[in-house]
């Protein structure tokens, strides 16, 4: 198969009409962030934010036209918006009966506190979000090892990589290899039996994602349902730090059976990640626990404990938020090195301690996780 072109996708998108139908996409300038990788193409189209919705069709044209390029297998086309300095974001406009029964300052916030039907995956029974507020508390790392963990008590396992501008999956699993794809559905790699999807896997890993929200939406959305995961009892979803579009977006559309978050014991770390734990309170997702991550440091020589960033902060706060308070992960070199090694030690030291104390967090979130599917609505597949 000869190679791909950026010149030759950007002939196939010259076809495609602009706007109202005037010019076309290439010469108006809309597609930007444009990447050829081997038989997938991404790249991103730019309209006016509030036309969004409506050149949905333009999208699609787009994707189909690079579609029929032979040799190419996986097209990922999203829309992306500039709003005018200083204007509001756009938000869909509430229907008559909302209009007439809701005072116009708080349309809004009725439409977006409103009750969203979330589509289910087929084959996934549960879907667990592990968030934190901030970067750096070692989400991903306590991410891999509890979804580990989890495969290891017997259950089928997947693992989303939602942090499209940090993506850690490959390194954390020692994953090097491209996905394939059956027309517009790829096929996670797999690490230790684990099913794996991440935006790590389809560009470079020094290769930075400039892309604004509504790119990065449309990639997590296609991540999730146009990938093959098969039947599983449990997808672990590695979210991005922070409370901004893409969290809220997943929170309310993805139906998720729960949260866990990841804090450090620090003061500064705790702020945020009470801030992540209310985004997901008020779309109404479970909060199955918090855990403290780098709760103490133990000198691997010595055996001596060090409260580098304070101990006992995260428990503290559980008990005052009154959500359940799952367990605490030490400081320790081990857990780096392995993970720096894409050896996760929850398989290579699946019966050391620090396994063991990944193995009593996913037991106790798993209790949780039952606990709120005897009270939750049914997920509705559509």
């Known amino acids: 198969m000869s190679e791909i072109s950026n010149e030759l996708v950007l002939e196939r998108l010259s076809k495609v009409k602009g706007p109202d139908l005037k010019g076309d996409i290439v010469s108006l300038g809309l597609v930007n962030g444009m990447l050829v990788d081997g038989d997938k193409v991404i790249f991103s189209i730019n309209v006016p934010a509030e036309r969004a919705e409506e050149l949905e069709p333009l999208r699609e044209a787009a994707e189909k036209a690079v579609m029929n390029i032979d040799g190419i297998n996986k097209v990922i086309a ?38 969203n039907k979330k589509a289910g995956v087929p084959g996934i029974k549960s879907i667990i979000a592990v968030a934190s507020g901030k970067g750096g508390v070692g989400k991903s790392t306590t991410s891999v090892n ?124 705790l702020i945020d990640a009470r801030k992540g734990l209310n985004m997901f309170r008020k779309v109404e997702v479970p909060i199955l626990g918090l855990i403290e991550n780098m709760s103490t440091f133990i000198c691997p020589k ?55 104390i990944y193995k009593e967090i996913a037991a106790a979130m798993v209790e949780r996780l039952e606990a709120e599917s005897k009270v939750s609505p049914a997920i509705v597949f559509e």
């Open 78 to 115: 999203v829309l992306t918006g500039e709003r005018k300095a200083g204007s509001a974001p756009v938000r869909p406009a509430p229907s008559r009966s909302q209009a007439a029964s809701v005072p116009p300052p708080m349309q809004g916030r009725a439409q977006a506190e409103a009750p």
């Open 302 to 356: 010595c055996g001596e404990r060090s409260d580098i960033f304070g101990h006992g902060g995260a428990r503290q706060e559980a008990v005052r938020l009154g959500v359940p308070f799952l367990g605490e992960v030490p400081l320790h070199m081990d857990i780096r090195s392995n993970s720096d090694a894409g050896t996760p030690v929850t398989v290579s030291a699946p019966d050391g301690p620090h396994a063991k």
């Open 146 to 269: 509890l979804a580990l963990a989890l495969q290891a008590s017997g259950k089928s396992v997947g693992i989303l990589d939602a942090d499209i501008y940090g993506p850690s999956m490959p390194r954390l699993l020692g994953i090097s290899d491209r996905p394939t794809a059956n027309g517009r559905i790829l096929d996670p790699l797999q690490a230790y039996d684990l099913k794996v999807m991440s935006m790590g896997f389809l560009v470079e890993e020094e290769t930075p994602m400039i892309w604004r929200g509504p790119m990065v939406i449309s990639a997590l959305t296609q991540m999730l349902r146009e990938v093959a995961w098969g039947e599983l009892d449990v997808l672990i979803v590695d979210m991005p730090p922070g409370t901004g579009d893409a969290q809220l977006t997943m929170a309310q559309q993805v139906p998720l059976a729960g949260a866990v978050i990841v804090s450090t014991p620090q003061d500064i770390a």
